[in-house]
């Protein structure tokens, strides 16, 4: 089981968004709703980058940007993050079921260990940061390392996402993919199963969703 954090385990989005709008005040503008939304599911870089140019600030260090964001959101990470509506107890049963489980995500590692806190580092085997990757997400790369760090082929892996940018990474890995989406809306794609929530998925419904995917037309 391969999952997501940001959106997909918890609802860190909102933390994220109120320390970006803190920094865009911080440098004298406001963050636009699109670019806010082209952030989800992406790495500190790329937003660093969206950011700037949405500020029209496009010469703007990113250094001492991306310290003061990553300082902001470790205090409120630590603060306690919310879960969303189901996770927990899709983890809780998928661990008391004895899968090999990784966390997957575009957030560094510094944060990372904040929210694990909430999340619990007993219930992950391997935990794959942002910052710890060549290439992040939408590249196939983080969800091909966290399987092959489990010693499972990636397509008896389930992936789960909640973002575009998610969405496409787990799908190029060759990973099943759930999409569950959270602060941006998902259309039907090939190849990815949509729900609104992961209230009620469990281990015998993740075991369906792989045999689904073995029975379409060239693992598609």
Request: with cysteine; glycine share 8%.
């Amino acid at each position: 089981m391969l999952f997501d954090m940001d959106g997909t385990l918890v609802d860190s989005e909102k933390v994220w968004e109120i320390a970006l709008h803190e920094l865009a005040a911080r440098a004298g503008g406001t963050l636009s709703p699109e670019a806010r939304a082209a952030m989800v599911g992406g790495s500190m870089a790329t937003s660093m980058r969206i950011f700037r140019d949405d500020l029209g600030q496009p010469d703007r260090p990113e250094a001492p940007d991306a310290k003061w964001l990553t300082s902001r959101v470790f205090e409120l990470f630590r603060e306690g993050l919310v879960w969303r509506p189901g996770a927990a107890e899709l983890l809780r049963a998928v661990k008391g079921a004895g899968l090999p489980t990784a966390l997957v995500t575009s957030t560094g590692r510094l944060l990372v260990e904040a929210a694990l806190d909430t999340l619990g580092r007993e219930n992950f085997d391997v935990v794959v940061c942002g910052d710890e990757v060549s290439v992040p997400k939408p590249d196939p790369e983080p969800y091909r390392t966290a399987a092959t760090l489990l010693g499972v082929p990636i397509e008896e892996c389930v992936a789960i996402e909640d973002s575009p940018t998610g969405v496409a990474s787990a799908l190029a890995s060759g990973a099943v993919v759930l999409a569950v989406p959270a602060e941006l809306e998902l259309p039907p794609t090939d190849g990815v199963h949509l729900r609104r929530s992961l209230v009620g998925v469990d281990p015998a419904y993740l075991a369906n969703l792989l045999v689904t995917q073995r029975l379409l037309p060239e693992g598609r």
